[in-house]
């Protein structure tokens, strides 16, 4: 399973950016793909995941409201639209997937790197 994560950049306070994660190598109808990020000086923390067979979503609280998580199963594509952005959320984002028999994320992408100027 490889993925390759893209999207990132420099925004402004309450600006948008969407995310994108292009998922390869397998079936995907078993897995559970996440979205996480690390900010300088801090452990890396999820954000959000989906469910690809359901389409199902939980997010951290922090990001629950602002940031939606969706797939496109065409385009084997996950996205992370985030909307309200500030200064908190300057991170590297990670994007992730394990099958829902795992208990910890196998596979990750390289990370993007998200920066929001106050």
């Given at each position: ?16 950016l ?26 890396r ?26 797939g ?47």
């Amino acid at each position: 399973v490889q993925l390759q994560a893209s999207g990132g950049g420099l925004v402004q306070t309450g600006d948008s950016l969407r995310l994108s994660c292009v998922v390869s190598g397998r079936s995907f109808g078993s897995y559970i793909f996440g979205w996480f990020r690390q900010s300088p000086g801090k452990e890396r923390e999820v954000v959000g995941t989906i469910r690809w067979s359901s389409g199902s979503t939980g997010y951290a609280e922090s990001v629950k409201g602002r940031f939606t998580i969706s797939g496109d199963r065409s385009k084997n594509t996950v996205y992370l639209q985030m909307n309200s952005l500030s200064p908190e959320d300057t991170a590297v984002y990670y994007c992730a997937a394990r099958t829902i028999i795992m208990t910890v994320y196998k596979y990750w992408g390289q990370g993007t790197l998200v920066t929001v100027s106050s």
